[in-house]
Each structure stands twice: as C-alpha cells, then as structure tokens.
C-alpha cells in the first residue's frame, strides 16, 4: 500500500466515501415497527358503560387507534408496518412477541387503555420494560398480564415466571439493558406529545413488567392513552377527535424517535451492545423435576414450597413433580435456579420430546386413589360415569379416566376434567 493513504485528505474523502455508501446501503433497509393492538376477540381489556354512550371497551379503542397510527406511518416509504392484529381477534402474547421477534422489527409499539376502581385518576402514561420503582404500578401490571387470558403456550412460557424472586429480575434487568435507552428516549417521546400537543396530563414514563414486552429483542414500550374509569378520559378516547389526537402523538413520537436513530447511524443506543442473535427455541421441551415422591400433594401443599405450575406425573407408584415449561435454554436454567432457590437441591431439567407418543403404554388420569370405595353419588363418579375405570391393588381404590398417547393429550384430557369441576387428578404414565 502506498504511504499516501495515510494523508490528511485521503482519509477525509475516503471517510465521507465510505459513510455515502454507508447510507445508501442503510436506506434499503425499511424501519420496521410492530403496532400491537391490546386485548382483542373475547378479551375485552378494561371496559365501562355510561348512559350516555353506552358500553366502550379498550380492544376497540385500541384497536381504532392501532389502526390510525399505521395508515399515517404506512403513507412513509421508510417505514415498514407490521399489525399483531387488523380485526377484533385476540392474538396471544407469544404469537405477538414472535411475530415481533420473526420480522426483526425495530420498534415495537403496545396501545392500551387504563382503568382503575376509582373514577378521578386520569392521564396517560407510557411504559417500558423493567422493575417497578414503587407498588402503584402493580395494577397496571397485573391488569395487562391477565393470566386467563394466556393461552397454553403463553402460560408455559410466561406465567412459570415468577416476577418477584431476585433471579428474575436480574434476569429481567440485563435482558433489557440493552433497549432500555432506546425504549426510554421513545416513551418520553410519546409522553411529550401527549402533555404539549394534546394538552393533557402526562403521569410520565414508568417501568413496569409486562408479559407482552418481555420477550421482545427490540425497543419496546406500551401505551396507555388514558383511564377509560375516568367519565371525561373514556368520552374522549371513545370519540374521533381523541383518537385522531392520541395517533397523531404516537405517530409523532415514533418519528422523532426515527430521526434521533437516523441521527446515530441506525442506533439509538450510546452504545450499542454486539450483535447477539435472538434466542432460537431448543427441540425439546424442559421441565424441571423438583423430587419423585409415593404421596400425592395438591397445588398449593406446602411440599411444593411455594411453586405455582406444578404437574404431577406419576410412574408405577411414584409421583414425579415437575415445574413449569419451556423450550427456551434461558428460560429453563431460570427455572432451574427458581425451583433451587426454593429449597428443591436436587432439581435437574428433563426434556420432553413435544407430542411424543408412547410406543407401548399410554397415559390417563388418576381421578382417586383411596382406600375406601367412592359413592355412587360422588360428584366424580356422577359425571363420568363409566368412563371413570376402578382398580383395586393392595388394598387401594385407584380411579382412572381416559387414555391418550402423548403427555400433551393427557394435559388436555386434565383441563377438561379441572373445567368439569374433577380437580386434583393426576396424569399417569401406564408402561406396559
Ligand atoms: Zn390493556
């Protein structure tokens, strides 16, 4: 190479070269955003009647607004829009993070409605991941991760998930680090324009732990456009001239979010983190086996020292309790250091092949085990009449029900039964 090259004004043209093709190679690539409309299908979010206009529920108000902010970002050729949802339907939280995660967007965006038992607070307030500073938020929380309306593979992956132990939210805080700038310069963003634009009383940008950001490998904040519990707020988010108010300022905020990232070469962060690819689920499925025990202990037993997602799988005359669920490597040794921490030494991971079926055996459900026969009028044998098989062995009554090939099958055949009202049953592995 000839000395030259290390001359003032080479570096200079070969510096601004470089960044011109910097640029034009960057341009191709579209910002994509994921707008995510809360709630949705049968779960309503928060919702009011008033007598005036009637019953208004967040899903819809979310969704309208959804809907405004995407037309106006769609009409920027920059931008690349994806939804979690167009419709009245009810995407589950993994079906929206991975749809997130999938498109490798840039930005996610959750809109939500607040509410709250009194009808005087009001405001808007936007949220990014992370551990609560104080307890006021907790019911915002607990109102957006609803837990029934998690789906199966949501409880699996989210609900296992225990917010308050240490681990998690160590877990929690260096997950997030690396978005936690960018997320926060976007809610403040959106915060601005709701208190200068629209004149409103902004409560400001909070942290708290929602399921829906959680897993998310992007910048990622949720909104809350007001308190539908409030009369003036729910009229005003109810009507056209609040929701075109509230999507102008979000949409605002996202494009100044969008000039401070083109601003920094395509980063928001001061200092970006390396590139790390998002987590790819393993083939397996873990559940972490806490101890093999000859007794039976119902949720709840203290045996089970507090761990809530525990299924009992019983083999021969053993009973193997398992806790939680994941086909995430991060997530399992989690789970593993929880189920430790709560005094359960011995716990090893056990992977589970997903819908394998048994070659030989099958599984049912133990409805009873007791030394005494059950009645005739027993609520269990009352509603499954001959479908409920007894056995008697040693000197036991052993009630069983069903038969199904794989360990996902015998789940299901337990939640139709725990919906019947047959609770407590076990799923046993029949090797033959
Ligand atoms: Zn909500």
């Given at each position: 190479m000839n000395t030259d090259i290390k001359t003032p004004t080479f570096t200079k043209y070969f510096t601004l070269a470089f960044l011109l093709l910097f640029i034009f190679g960057g341009a191709q690539k579209k910002f994509t955003i994921v707008l995510d409309a809360g709630h949705g299908g049968s779960d309503h979010g928060s919702n009011r009647s008033y007598p005036d206009i009637g019953y208004i529920a967040?899903?819809?108000?979310?969704?309208?607004?959804?809907?405004?902010?995407?037309?106006?970002?769609?009409?920027?050729?920059?931008?690349?829009?994806?939804?979690?949802?167009?419709?009245?339907?009810?995407?589950?939280?993994?079906?929206?993070?991975?749809?997130?995660?999938?498109?490798?967007?840039?930005?996610?965006?959750?809109?939500?409605?607040?509410?709250?038992?009194?009808?005087?607070?009001?405001?808007?307030?936007?949220?990014?991941?992370?551990?609560?500073?104080?307890?006021?938020?907790?019911?915002?929380?607990?109102?957006?991760?609803e837990v029934i309306y998690l789906d199966a593979q949501d409880r699996q992956r989210f609900a296992s998930y225990d917010p308050t132990s240490p681990e998690s939210l160590i877990a929690l805080k260096l997950q997030q680090a690396r978005y936690r700038e960018a997320s926060t310069i976007l809610a403040g963003f959106i915060e601005d324009q709701f208190a200068n634009k629209d004149k409103r009383l902004s409560r400001g940008v909070k942290q708290e732990n929602f399921h829906v950001l959680r897993m998310n490998a992007m910048p990622s904040v949720l909104v809350e456009m007001g308190f539908i519990s409030n009369y003036d707020e729910a009229h005003y988010l109810a009507s056209e001239i609040g929701q075109n108010e509230i999507s102008e300022s979000i949409y605002n905020g996202i494009m100044s979010y969008k000039k401070a990232y083109?601003?920094?070469?395509?980063?928001?962060?001061?200092?970006?983190?390396?590139?790390?690819?998002?987590?790819?689920?393993?083939?397996?499925?873990?559940?972490?086996?806490?101890?093999?025990?000859?007794?039976?202990?119902?949720?709840?037993?203290?045996?089970?020292?507090?761990?809530?997602?525990?299924?009992?799988?019983?083999?021969?005359?053993?009973?193997?309790?398992?806790?939680?669920?994941?086909?995430?490597?991060?997530?399992?040794?989690?789970?593993?250091?929880?189920?430790?921490?709560?005094?359960?030494?011995?716990?090893?991971?056990?992977?589970?092949?997903?819908?394998?079926?048994?070659?030989?055996?099958?599984?049912?459900?133990?409805?009873?085990?007791?030394?005494?026969?059950?009645?005739?009028?027993s609520y269990a044998v009352q509603t499954l009449k001959d479908k409920l098989i007894r056995e008697k062995v040693n000197g036991v009554f052993y009630y069983t029900y069903g038969n199904a090939k794989s360990l996902e099958e015998a789940i299901d055949l337990q939640k139709d039964l725990d919906k019947k009202g047959i609770q407590n049953t076990v799923i046993q592995k029949v090797v033959k």
């Open positions: 967040e899903k819809d108000i979310t969704l309208s607004v959804t809907l405004k902010v995407g037309r106006m970002l769609e009409k920027d050729k920059d931008f690349k829009v994806i939804y979690t949802r167009k419709t009245d339907v009810y995407p589950s939280l993994t079906e929206r993070t991975d749809l997130a995660n999938r498109s490798k967007a840039d930005l996610f965006v959750s809109i939500h409605v607040n509410a709250n038992t009194k009808t005087s607070p009001y405001g808007t307030e936007t949220y990014l991941l992370g551990v609560a500073q104080n307890n006021t938020n907790l019911n915002v929380a607990k109102a957006e991760n083109d601003r920094r070469g395509g980063s928001v962060a001061a200092t970006p983190a390396p590139e790390k690819p998002a987590e790819q689920p393993l083939k397996n499925d873990f559940r972490i086996l806490l101890m093999s025990s000859p007794s039976k202990y119902n949720s709840g037993d203290p045996a089970l020292k507090g761990l809530n997602y525990v299924l009992p799988i019983k083999e021969g005359n053993l009973y193997k309790y398992y806790y939680a669920n994941t086909n995430l490597a991060s997530v399992r040794d989690n789970n593993l250091k929880t189920a430790k921490d709560a005094g359960f030494k011995n716990a090893v991971p056990i992977g589970f092949v997903p819908n394998q079926k048994l070659g030989s055996g099958y599984y049912t459900i133990e409805v009873a085990a007791t030394k005494d026969k059950l009645s005739s009028n």
